[in-house]
């Protein structure tokens, strides 16, 4: 086994990539899977901190969509990232890993807050550090949330993870021609509107010089991989 390129990374999780086959909420053997390749990691010494998501129980938007005064929806989807990051905390410490979550709203009873020098330190550590309730602000996502995160802690690289593995020209699943991208600038992704994060990330990023490596989570051994810094993906980078 190659040595891990990255000292510290900030992994990207959606709510979606919990689901699993099901259409809400948690699918436990895929929490199962994603705790223990998280642990291979830590065992090579990586440090992990996971931005999670929510969209898997609830998302602002479309709470709002159906009538949904958009604050209390988004209340709601951050609220959601905290179930989630619970559940990704009992598969971790299921593993044997240490792990704490940290919250941007306070929600102490539950969780830690986010403290940028106690996350650090965490990490330092050896725990995984689990970033719930995104900015602690509505009207974004957990997207947003983990570019400053990720510049923030001293992560070398953002994993956005995804369901596909990484960018394509077009949806490969309706034309045959798309093909994926290896590697990408900030800026190509910004004016293709190319479907990586939300935009405010992606300028950060740039703005910030954190790449961002977008990759099919649900490929067993593919988190490894990247580590090995094999070319998993499709990598986002200055020009
Ligand atoms: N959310 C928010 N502020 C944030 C991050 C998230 O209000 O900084 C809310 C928003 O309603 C969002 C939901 O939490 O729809 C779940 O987050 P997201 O949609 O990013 O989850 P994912 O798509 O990653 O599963």
Redesign the pocket.
Known sequence: MADPVYRRILL??????LLGEADYGIDPEVLRRLAAEVHALIDRGVEVAL?????????????AASGMDRVS?????????VM?GLAMQDALEHEGVFTRVMS?VKINQVCEDYIRRRAVRHLEKGRVVILA?????????????ASPRSVEIGADVMLKATKVDGVYSADPVNDDSAFRYERLTYDRVLDERLSVMDATAIVMCRDQNMPIIVFDINRPGALASIVEGENVGTRVERG
């Open positions: 990207k999780l959606s709510g979606e990539a931005v999670i998501g929510g969209g898997n129980i609830f998302r602002g938007a479309g709470l929806a988004d209340h709601m989807g951050m609220l959601a990232t989630n941007a309730a995104g900015t602690g602000n509505p009207f974004f996502t957990t997207d947003s949330a």
